[in-house]
């Protein structure tokens, strides 16, 4: 349990497992710790300086040996806040880069025009890409599935995107199949294809995108950037909302 929290935190395994280590052993030598810890010898002391670089452990030297310990377990609060003033201040910086970085990527000859994503990470990107494109004024549409896999898998990134919606006032143009199905969405038009249209995966078209996702394992994202793809995409919704029922 505590191993686990520690490198969801952002401690290697080794670290988490040394520090583990000094807590029930409490003020101890490296050869205790290798034991506990079942670390290498050579290994240890480069963990134990990374530890104490971090606030988390501290050291004595007594007799003309040095005893190691775990620093009060309140540290670890104020090495989570040092991460977030790193992380932040990362943030900054790569704002101010991405200009750059776009200007470049757009002069580039060629680039991909589609691009995968395996994994959570994928509609995580998609949903923040859409609100951005919203806040553009591109018209954001989609084709839904009759469960709502983005409320089981990502409940607070979607709760965040329905409030970034309220924020900017982008409303969604929504198709399902014929049901009871409702959209949790605060800013969605809603109309119902009959049952024979099928729809396995969330389809989402919005400015210049058109992003696929499929929820089944593995999670896998396609979004696709090409004009004339996204046109086409546009001009099937638009065919298949004149059709629809509210």
Known sequence: MIKETLEKIGLTPGEAEVYE???????????????????????????????TNKGLVSHIIKNNVKYFDATP??????????????????????????????QQRESA????????????????????????????????????????????????????????????????????????????????HIRYLPKGFSMPVRTMIYGDKVAIVDFNKPITTIIIEKKEIVQNYYKQFDFLWKIAKP
């Open 73 to 102: 377990p309140e540290r670890l609060l104020d090495f989570l806040e040092d991460k977030k003033d790193e992380l932040s201040n990362a943030q900054e910086n790569i704002k101010k880069i991405i200009p750059a970085i776009r």
């Open 21 to 51: 280590a000094l807590v029930s052993l409490g003020q101890c030598t490296t050869g205790s710790i290798t034991k506990k810890a079942n670390i290498a010898s050579s290994k240890v002391y480069e963990v134990l300086q990374r530890l």
């Open 109 to 188: 000859k060629e680039r991909n025009q589609v691009i995968v994503y395996t994994g959570i990470q994928g509609p995580k990107i998609v949903l923040k890409d859409t609100i951005e494109s919203g806040k553009k004024g591109a018209r954001l549409c989609g084709y839904g599935t009759d469960e709502d896999p983005y409320k089981d898998y990502l409940p607070k990134d979607i709760e965040q995107h329905f409030k970034d919606q309220v924020k900017h006032n982008i409303y969604w143009y929504l198709l399902f199949t014929k049901g009871n199905w409702r959209s949790p969405s605060p800013r969605a």
